[in-house]
Every structure is written in structure tokens, then in C-alpha cells.
């Protein structure tokens, strides 16, 4: 042990069995969030982000940028402002980053690999962690939540794109199909039909900013910076909210009621 | 312990029972038939559906063709044609798709404004990929209603899966020998990488004394203890190594693949088949479904506008077929493997089946009478907003050419036997 960790003990004042058991109820605790936001975060992405990120061919230079960083900073802020209010531990972001990766990646091999037949191409799926890093190492250099909003919230969207190019740019090279373009993300999502899932509901670049030829991208992941920070405000408010427990007093009829007074 | 046995052996025998019993059904039970009457009679009407084998291994590819009438009289509940995209109903992907065409133009995106009223033909090709015994039905999907399914054939599907391979090589040049396994070494090594830096992050965090003790130590305004120098001096390690790790990842991308385009979306437009010229009118009289005789009966005044006697040959409706035995040309019409389940078994039962002359003006009631209309749920017509019924009659000129002509309107039921 460190003297760091001697001397934090030491200030908690708890005795060896104390801290001992403390230790067994971490694990607890790690276990149990583990489980508990592994499913929760992941059920979210899915109901905000959707086929955004579920499908290969959905993952377009718009929306696909905009919507899944807003959505995947959500519960991750929230346990972010718990973890740093009570605990001072930077890593809240992270471990939902962590979490939903292979919370995704588990769905993804069992729920569409072994049960819908589908190849592991038709899912591959977008990571946050690097974002989620930068928006963690940022609290613990500013200490403020306000500055992590401002600065991390934009980061973590910035850092979505970029970070997850590396891994998704294989999908985006040309094909020939028909005598027609097709990026070999199109051609995973014509070959391997998805019945329930028509090619026509795909939402791929809609509106003006296409116009701004190539760099549609950044301008959306800026715009998703920009969200990003409010919705990091919001949330670690929420997350914060609902790490609080406050007794209230039963009133006189209540405890008339059950026989108390 | 052995009561708990026992009840297990019930619920396995149960299980495996209730499996058997499934098997054993002539036709298993298919998400085309949970479709309301009133889609299955009046959007789309499959014909002359063709699949070019019901045996085949992994790799090797079945070519399903047919045409669809678009029923003028479609019904409100159901978005017009105007987005569609032509598929195949299959459960999952256990066929992959080689190519598909509507009239001939590529259909891999979707169709804007079809027609009502109108024919249109479609193919595609399917590429066996996972063993077994698959219902396959061509299909086309409606924004704004959902898929529309044609009649299935059962296919078997041998060989292994391991087999299957769908290569492709880039206008860029690059040889994509698996498009099932394309990039995804690649994905996840970046996803350990980045899975390990975080993972690292966390425990840097989590070896020290965690909850309790921080709690306490912050409480007591120790927050110096919790945080300290070397922590912020690694806060900006992982920043610039994040922020980095991107930017780099980013930038080995585009070296590796300079040539990307984006997803390709937007919609195609092929103009329907040309009509044919008509060669009857159709004024329809009455419907009525007669629920315990499982059977529907239609009065039509039909007038034949043609130079040539027609005869009446065919009424077909949600892809069941009730043929006239009486005519040949009727008969040859069904392609000898067309699903036996599909073609209603005592045929079309026609009031008046002589001649109709040309110029002539005959009422005839025609009786379809089959279990069909049963085992593929479309009696719940009677329970629909819209109860009325289509279908398509398929008439035959001397020389055995067919002409088609759409009849529907409200139907009735008939509760007692008449
Ligand atoms: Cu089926």
C-alpha cells in the first residue's frame, strides 16, 4: 500500500476490520454497477441511437456523428458527477464507455451473430472511450463542472469521429454493384437483408448541411460539441439528483394513520 | 429433489412435444399470415412468382421472379406506393442478396412513386449462406406501412455455413476476400487498445482505498489526499494520449484508405409495365364470406369488350390461387411446383363458365371455397375498419392468352349456413 492510500485511511478514521469490510463492499459495489449500467446505458443507446449505430450502413457523416455522441454522454456524465461529488474519483465517463463497448459487443456476437445470423460487419459498432478519457482527465485538471461541460462535453463529441474513423474507414471504400456506387457499408447492408429493416428508413444526410461538400462531418461534430456540453450540464445535474437521499418527516395523519401517534 | 426432477421432465417432455407438434403442421406458422386481410387482398398482388429451385447448397444461388399488381381500389389504412423498396421475406439473413431488379432497373435502393393500378416485375437473386429449410417470399416494403409479402416457397438449404463467401474487390483496387469478416480484425484491435488505455484509467483509480474511505477523507476536506500531484500529472498523460490516439488513428485511416465515399442513399424510378389493353368490364355486384363453409362467393357483371370469346380462369387474392379445372389454359397457367398449399384444392367454382361472347354482357358468381381462406387467417376481414375484398381475375381467349382484370368491393358475412 502507498502512503497515499495509508494516509487516506488513516484520515477516514476506520479501523483495520473497517476498512477491510469497506474493501469487500467496493467490489460489491463494482459488481452490482457494473451489471446495472452495462444494461442501462446500453438499453439507452439503443432506444436514442438506435440503427444510427446498430447498422454498418446507417453510419453516415451527419447524423450518425450527431446523435450517437449526445446520446452516449448521457448516464455517463451522470455517473461521472457521482463518482467525482462524493468520491473524487475521475472515471465515471470512462467506465460507461467501457461498459457499453462490451455491453455492445456481447449483443453483437450473441444477439445477431449466433441468434440472427448476421455477420459481424453488419454490426460494428462505435466507441466513446476516447472522449470519455479526454472528458475524465479534463475534470481532474480543472476540478470544476462547469469547465467539464465546457471543455469536456465539447471534447467528447469532437473525439467520436476522429476516434472511431480508424476502425469504421475500411467500410467506407467504393464498390461497383449494378453499375452503381456503393460504399462496401451499402453492399453489407444489401447483401445480408434485414426484412423488418427497408432500405427507405435509413435517414443518410438529409438537409443543407450535405452542401458543405466534405466537411459535413466536422460541421456535425461540432454541432454535436455544442449539444454535448449542455447535455453534460444536464445530466451530471441529474446524476447528481438522483444520488441524493433526503429524509423527509411523515406528516402528523401519516403517523395517526399507521398507528405511530 | 425428486419432485423437482419430475416436474422437469414434465416441462422438457412439454417443450419437447409442443416442438414436434409444430414441426408436424403442414405449413409452419409465418409472419405473413399476422397481415390483415385488407393488406393481403388489396395492395399487392403477387403473380406468376417464380423461384428457380427448392434444393440447393451454400453458395449457390436461387433467382426469384414474378410480377404485382398494385389493386386500384387500395385501401386508406395504407400508405400510397409512393417509397418501396423490393426485398425477400426470409427469416434473417440466410440467403445473401447477389442482385435485385424492378422492371429491370437495379433495385439495391429504393423505388419512388409506383403506381397504382399498375404491373411491375421484379427479380432477385439469392445467395444460399446458412443451412436449412427457409419459406421464401419475394416482398416489397412501404414507407409508411410496412412490408407487403408475396407468396413463399419452402427452400432447403444444404452444405455448411463455413462454406459461404461473397467477395468483392474496390474500384480502389483493394481485394475484400470476406465481406462477412471485412475490417473487423482491424475494429477490434482498436477497441482493445482503447479498451486497455481505459482499463488501465480505472484501475489507476480503483487499486487505491475506494468508496468508503474517499467518502470519509472528503468529508473531512482531505480532498488533497484524494487527488493527488502524480494523479493530475497522469489527467494529462491520458488527455494528450486520448486526443492524440484519435487524431493518429484518424490520420493512419486515411493513409490506409484515401478513396472513401459516403453512404449512397436517394431513390430510383422505373415507369410500371405497359397496360395491356382492356379486354372485359367488371361491374361487381356483392360479396359474401360464408364463415362455417369457409367460403366466399362474388356476383360480377362482366362484359366482354374484346373481339375475341373470353373465358373466366383464375381468381386470385393474398396469394392464393382458385383456378377453374374446366379450362386448360387455366391449368397450364400453374407451373407444376408451384406450391401445392397456394392453389386452392377444389379450384374455382364458376355459376355460368360458358363463353363469354364478344360484346356480351353475363353475370356470374364465383365461389372460392377453401381452407385456405382459414389456416391463412383472412377470415378476420370481419373484423377490419375496411371490410371489403379484392383479388384479380385472370381471363382466357381461345388462343390461351391471359388477360387480367381486378374485381373487389365490400364483403359480408354469412354466419349461418345458407
Ligand atoms: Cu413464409
Redesign the interface.
Known sequence: MSPNSREILAVSELPPEGAKLSRIWDWCVVAAVALLFMGAIHLHVMLTVGDWDMFIDWKDRQFWVLVTPVSMLMIPAALQAVFWHYFRLPIGMTLGAVLLLIATWITRYVGWHLWGYFPFTMGVPATMIAGALACDAILLIVRSSLLTSTFGGFVFALLFYPSNWASLAPYFIPIEHQGMVASVADMIGYVFPRSGTPEYIRMIERGTLRTYEGTTVWISSFFAGVICIFMHMLWWRIGLAFSTQRFVDSSKRFKKFVGLA | MAAIVRAWKLVLSMIVLGALAAEALPVFAHGERAQEPYLRTRTAHWYDVTWSADKLSVNQEIVVTGKFRLYSDWPDAVQLPE???V????P????????SYLNGV?A???FRDLEVGRDYEYKMVLRA??PGRYHVHP?I?I?GSG?LVGPGRWINVGGTADDFN?S?T???G?K?DD??????S??LT??SI??V???A??LW??R???????????K?E??D????DT??KL??V??V???G???Y??N???S??P???????G?MYTPPLPVQSPVVKIRFQEAKYDVPGRSMRMVMDVTNISDKPLRLGEFATASIRFVNHQLPAAKANVAANYPAELVARNGLGISDDSEIKPGETKQIAIDATDAAWEIERLTSFLTDVDSKVGGLLFFFDPEGRRHIAEVGGPILPVFKKS
Open positions: 417509397t418501396v423498396f426485398s425477400n421475406a426470409t434473417g439473413p440466410v440467403f445473401a442478396r447477389v442482385d437495379p439495391r435502393q429504393s449462406r446458412i416482398m416494403a414507407k412490408p461473397y468483392l474496390a474500384i480502389s483493394e475484400i465481406l462477412e469478416t471485412w475490417g473487423v482491424a475494429a482498436w477497441h482503447w479498451l488505455i481505459a482499463a484509467w480505472i483509480w480503483v487505491r482505498p475506494l468508496l468508503i474511505p474517499r467518502y470519509l477523507a472528503l473531512k482531505r480532498e489526499l484524494l487527488t493527488t494523479d493530475i489527467g494529462i491520458v488527455l494520449v486520448a486526443v490516439l484519435a487524431f488513428g484518424y493512419w485511416a486515411q490506409k484508405y478513396r472513401t465515399v459516403p453512404l449512397q442513399a431513390t
